[in-house]
């Protein structure tokens, strides 16, 4: 969880291949589109963020089913595994949306989420759809 980047949209990179390639570069694992399926869209919103345009973001989120390499640390990233119940002590040191939609998704769910975030980076107000 949390691996994540820029899709190169002017190499003409679609989403999942940016994800494949993302998670070679971060983490050492090799994946195919069969082995990925997306649960959910998100819209991050920062009105009150100096530059919005800098803050606001797109994300999409994706389950990896079957890879091959066992995950490697990088610059990017310290890969963790956490038990099902164990994951809100990991999320405690995420953005605080993660709580809204993340036990949802790892149940199965497909979401579409809004949030809204305030001054202090916290969740101002949300919405969430279950697709």
């Given at each position: ?44 919103l ?8 800098y ?15 066992k ?17 809100p ?11 809204y ?27 969430i759809?279950k697709?």
């Amino acid at each position: 969880m949390g691996i994540g980047g820029k899709v190169e949209t002017e190499k003409g990179e679609t989403i999942e291949q940016g994800l494949i390639r993302e998670v070679q570069e971060e983490i050492s694992v090799i994946t195919t589109l069969q082995n990925i399926t997306k649960v959910a869209k998100i819209d991050y919103l920062f009105p009150y963020a100096e530059k919005p345009e800098y803050w606001n973001q797109q994300v999409h989120v994706f389950l990896l089913t079957k890879w091959m390499n066992k995950p490697k640390e990088s610059e990017e990233i310290l890969p963790r595994w956490f038990n099902f119940n164990d994951i809100p002590s990991g999320v405690d040191k995420m953005w605080s949306d993660y709580n809204y939609w993340l036990p949802s998704i790892l149940k199965g769910d497909a979401l579409r989420c809004y949030f809204l975030f305030n001054k202090e980076l916290e969740v101002e107000d949300y919405k969430i759809e279950k697709l």
